[in-house]
């Protein structure tokens, strides 16, 4: 059983009270992020699982149970997003390998072809701003935090964008 004043608190998040989910993330987000630190080992990797926590607090706050303490709601919702990064990053590695065999395994001309076909699938399939979302993360390999910094977005459009759009070009390219 915790404190009424957490109870208050959580009471007034599900509400939609900004300072109350201020005062949590300032509260609990250093705790949170070092967790994921140990966890996944990777400090990009632990800003975007803080982002992903703290985003589905606000985002599910109506659903929070009041009788549940918040440091062990957060402490889930930590290894949950930890073990979906993990499954993200895993799908991502057994992409790539797929990708480059397919490239790896023919001619130059054929090489070409296959890139070039992405190209045109990603400028045609793609809206501008998934697109741009794309550029920055596989070219000049920025995480999900500093796009939606630079973008003015959250961090869940790009992961979301990003998800969609690898989905999208395995499909278009037959590798599904």
């Given at each position: 059983m915790h404190n009424t004043d957490e109870r208050s608190m959580l009471s007034l998040l599900k509400k939609g009270?900004?300072?109350?989910?201020?005062?949590?993330?300032?509260?609990?987000?250093?705790?949170?992020h070092y967790h994921a630190l140990v966890t996944l080992k990777d400090a990009a990797a632990a800003d975007d699982v803080l982002q992903e926590v703290f985003s589905r607090l606000w985002e599910n706050r109506k659903e929070i149970d009041v009788d549940v303490p918040l440091k062990d709601y957060l402490y889930h919702?930590?290894?949950?997003?930890?073990?979906?990064?993990?499954?993200?990053?895993?799908?991502?590695?057994?992409?790539?390998?797929?990708?480059e065999d397919e490239v790896d395994g023919h001619s130059e001309l054929a090489r070409k072809e296959f890139l070039a076909k992405i190209h045109e699938a990603?400028?045609?399939?793609?809206?501008?701003?998934?697109?741009?979302?794309?550029?920055?993360h596989v070219v000049e390999h920025k995480n999900y935090k500093e796009i939606a910094r630079d973008m003015k977005i959250t961090v869940e459009v790009v992961r979301n964008q990003i998800c969609k759009a690898r989905k999208s070009l395995r499909d278009i390219l037959g590798l599904s």
């Amino acid at each position: 059983m915790h404190n009424t004043d957490e109870r208050s608190m959580l009471s007034l998040l599900k509400k939609g009270n900004n300072l109350v989910f201020t005062h949590i993330y300032t509260t609990y987000g250093g705790l949170v992020h070092y967790h994921a630190l140990v966890t996944l080992k990777d400090a990009a990797a632990a800003d975007d699982v803080l982002q992903e926590v703290f985003s589905r607090l606000w985002e599910n706050r109506k659903e929070i149970d009041v009788d549940v303490p918040l440091k062990d709601y957060l402490y889930h919702r930590t290894q949950e997003a930890c073990v979906e990064y993990e499954l993200r990053r895993k799908n991502l590695a057994n992409e790539l390998p797929d990708i480059e065999d397919e490239v790896d395994g023919h001619s130059e001309l054929a090489r070409k072809e296959f890139l070039a076909k992405i190209h045109e699938a990603i400028l045609q399939v793609y809206p501008p701003a998934c697109r741009e979302i794309l550029r920055m993360h596989v070219v000049e390999h920025k995480n999900y935090k500093e796009i939606a910094r630079d973008m003015k977005i959250t961090v869940e459009v790009v992961r979301n964008q990003i998800c969609k759009a690898r989905k999208s070009l395995r499909d278009i390219l037959g590798l599904s």
